[in-house]
């Protein structure tokens, strides 16, 4: 098995790093040279631009047989055949980056929700690691 296969090509989908379009899915359309790419994300709201290679986090996801410098309504029809935002949702960073938001969207109130929320957990989990670990010594013993 190949240690890494997230190689950047056309129509490898990824999300941006840095700068105002932070966090933002993107679709890469053409590779300029071996420091800077093509991108444009057809639902994210990013316009077509030239960004450093070292700005973009690949991911898992090509949309397939997309050709190089495809116009933005072919994109966005390829984006959404190859079901994209769904998979990308399903995924580790779709999840955590939707986690993030909510967490920044989140009122006062919401965080001292969680929060309480979390101690309870916390606590409960605490106490049946405790009953666990007594019952495994008085085993051993």
Known sequence: MPLYTRFIQVGR??????GED?????????????????VEGPTSGVR??????????????VIPNLPKGVNSKFLKA?????????KFGESNVGKKLAKHA???????FQRHQAFTLKKKRNAIIAKEFKASSATQATQKA
């Open 13 to 18: 989908v990824a999300t941006i790093n840095r």
């Open 22 to 38: 932070s966090s933002k899915v993107v679709v890469v359309l053409e590779v300029v040279d071996h420091n800077r790419l093509m």
């Open 48 to 61: 077509r631009q030239l960004i450093k290679i070292e700005y973009v986090n690949p991911t898992d996801i």
């Open 78 to 86: 390829a984006f959404e055949k190859a079901g994209v935002a769904q």
């Open 102 to 108: 909510f967490h920044a969207s989140a009122t006062d």
